[in-house]
Structure formats: C-alpha cells, structure tokens
C-alpha cells in the first residue's frame, strides 16, 4: 500500500474521514486531529505532503482513547472534591464512593 495514501495512524488502510474536517457523532462534533493533539499532545502535520486521512478503525479507537481520557479527568476531579469536602468536615463522616467496577 502507498502509505501516502494510507490512513495517518496506522498506516494499513486507506483513510475514510479527512482528519480536519468536523464530523458530528451522537450530537457531539469531532475533529480527528484536535482529537488527537489533546489526548497523546500530538501535532499531525496536515496539509503537506501525504495522506491527510484517518480509517474507520483508528476513528473507533480515537474515540475510545478520548472517552478514557475524559473518564479519568472526571474521576481525578471527583476525588480531590472528595477530599477537599473531608478536609472542611473534619469530624463527620464523609459518604463512601460508589464501588462501579464489576467483580
């Protein structure tokens, strides 16, 4: 395959999306390279030479990889609210956080 015209992230399929192009999934819009740049701090260079294009199974991946990243950031954000709320209520009981793993 001419990895030119292959997909920017895996380079063994030929790209079906445009990686700057907005795309809308489940009411939300995507730009694969913005994407990209904020969850591995990567900057694609688009526009020069060579494919400028993502495959359908990078795009899966991509979006699982940004849902991770986003899950983290919100549990992060949760734990030091937790804390900080232990540390005003010196003396009380702060309520458990919910146990959502699957045994």
């Given at each position: 395959m001419d990895v030119t015209r292959a997909c920017r992230c895996c380079l063994r399929c030929p790209p079906d999306k445009d990686l700057t192009t907005p795309y809308t999934h489940l009411g939300n819009t995507e730009i694969y390279a913005d994407m990209i740049k904020q969850c591995f701090d990567i900057n694609l260079a688009v526009g020069g030479p060579g494919s400028c294009g993502i495959c359908s199974t990078c795009v899966g991946?991509?979006?699982?990889?940004s849902d991770f990243k986003l899950q983290v950031q919100r549990s992060q954000e949760e734990l030091q609210s937790y804390t900080q709320g232990m540390n005003h209520v010196k003396g009380r009981?702060?309520?458990?956080i919910k146990n959502v793993c699957a045994l």
């Open positions: 991946r991509l979006r699982d990889a009981e702060a309520p458990p």
